[in-house]
Every structure is written in C-alpha cells, then in structure tokens.
C-alpha cells in the first residue's frame, strides 16, 4: 500500500467517524405538540409540566381498565428505563415516565397509585377531569374515544398507543418504539438523552 492511499484512508475514516458522532436531528424536533398542562398525580397531588423541567419525559397516555395494549406497552417502557440505567445511569436519571389515563372516570388517584406501583416506583400515574384530559390530549395528538355499550361501567377505551419523549425543556424528540422490546427503547435513549 502506498503513502497516498494510506493517507486518503486514514482521512476517510476520520471523516466517516465524525459523521457518527454527530447526532442526527430528533425525528419529532419542531412538531406542534405537548404544551402546558395540571393534572392529579397519584397522591392526589397537583402536578404542572413545570415540575419536569429540566428533564427528560417518557409520556405514555393510556388507562387502567385497558386489557393488554397498555400494561404491555408500560412494561416494554420500563425495561427500556431499566436497562438504558444500568448502561447510563447519571443519564437515566434525567428521565421522567409518566402514564396519563385517557379514562379519567374510572382511573382515580388510588386507582393509578397501585396501577403503576406494579411498574415502577419512578412511573407518574396522572389523571384529572373528563375537561383536563381532553385538553391535554388534544395538546398532545392522542385520538381516545369511550366505547359504551349498553351505559355499562365495563366499557373499553379506543386510544392511540404511542409513547413519546419529550426533551428538558418539554420538546418532542421521538416517538419510543413500545410496541418492540426494552432493548429497542434503551437504543432509542441512548440516541437522544444527553
């Protein structure tokens, strides 16, 4: 191999390395969705999105009666925290998960204190009234639709499943892959959370 070759190599793969190091712009950045909000925690607290501030946020909307979508999706969610901490831990710490119910009928303080318990102690169970939600998930894209049949009390909620990451300053970086794995979620904020 000669001298020239070996030096357009070299620069090469100096240039194709700097490439890699640059992070791509987040797939959501400038998207018009998330905004302000105040709902009931699961203490039956208060909690604005300023209390978030400064860090990361893992926003699932989903509710407590949901059969198999949503404690599957949270589950898949927390793994995802789970392994991208023991990869990252000063970095995990900056997020925040948060499950906001779209049922806020059924889904009241206690109900989502022990829901999300069986998750994780850091998971934010958020809830509010029929008003409250329906403008945050307006705020936020999310289609839900109650589906009563007959008045029943055992009714199904029709939701968007999507969790979504939002950024320190509450930007929408990503949508978050809970449908797959905890790998594929631990992937997804190793690429965004700094």
């Known amino acids: 191999m000669n001298n020239p070759f070996r030096i357009a190599l070299a620069a090469l793969s100096l240039a194709l390395a700097g490439c890699q190091a640059e992070p791509a712009e987040p797939p959501l950045a400038g998207a018009a969705i998330g905004g302000p909000f105040t709902l009931t925690d699961q203490d039956g607290r208060s909690v604005s999105d300023t209390?978030?501030?400064?860090?990361?946020?893992?926003?699932?909307?989903?509710?407590?009666?949901?059969?198999?979508?949503?404690?599957?999706?949270?589950?898949?969610?927390?793994?995802?925290?789970?392994?991208?901490?023991?990869?990252?831990?000063?970095l995990a710490a900056?997020?925040?998960?948060?499950f906001i119910t779209v049922d806020p009928a059924r889904d009241t303080p206690a109900v989502m204190k022990q829901y999300v318990a069986a998750f994780d102690p850091r998971l934010i169970g958020l809830t509010g009234s029929e008003e409250q939600i329906a403008a945050v998930?307006?705020?936020?894209?999310?289609?839900y639709k109650r589906d009563e049949k007959g008045g029943s009390s055992d009714y199904l909620v029709d939701h968007m499943s999507q969790a979504l990451l939002f950024g320190p300053e509450g930007q929408p970086i990503a949508l978050l892959p809970q449908e797959q794995n905890g790998d594929a979620i631990a992937a997804e904020l190793a690429q965004w959370v700094r």
């Open 51 to 90: 209390q978030f501030a400064g860090r990361y946020r893992m926003i699932y909307f989903g509710y407590t009666y949901c059969p198999d979508v949503c404690p599957t999706s949270l589950q898949h969610l927390i793994q995802g925290l789970k392994k991208f901490d023991a990869q990252a831990p000063e």
């Open 137 to 143: 998930t307006k705020r936020f894209g999310v289609y």
């Open 94 to 98: 900056k997020i925040q998960p948060i």
